[in-house]
């Protein structure tokens, strides 16, 4: 099992920056790729931002270069700085490890609210 412990989030004004944090414990192995979906109500969950432990990286198209993900693998943490946020970035923001083996693991979620 592997259980994740997710930070930051917030409120922030449309502009703004945020940035969240999300650290994986228990059974963690290479390769594994970390990252974020999001939420928002009445809608289907979208991909925001992966990472692989080797360092690929894929982003949502929604995201422009607004978002940046990184990791420590050290760490078993993955963060992303959100930049430039807009009022419809406002969603639960949930983190995600993915296993080599096929099996996703959640996280709780933590709310980002932009105001306009």
């Known amino acids: 099992q592997v259980q994740l412990e997710e930070s930051g989030g917030g409120l922030v004004q449309a502009g703004g920056s945020l940035s969240v944090s999300c650290t994986a414990s228990?059974?963690?192995?290479?390769?594994?790729?970390m990252g974020w979906y999001r939420q928002a109500p009445g809608k289907q969950r979208e991909l925001v931002a992966l990472?692989?432990?080797?360092?690929?990286?894929h982003y949502g198209d929604f995201v422009k270069g607004r978002f940046t993900i990184s990791r420590d693998n050290a760490k078993n943490t993955v963060y992303q700085q959100m930049n430039s946020l807009k009022p419809e970035d406002t969603a639960v923001y949930y983190c995600?490890?993915?296993?080599?083996?096929?099996?996703?693991?959640w996280g709780q979620g933590t709310q980002v609210t932009v105001s306009s």
């Open positions: 995600i490890y993915k296993d080599a083996y096929g099996v996703d693991y």
């Open positions: 228990g059974r963690i192995f290479t390769p594994n790729t």
């Open positions: 990472l692989t432990s080797g360092g690929a990286s």
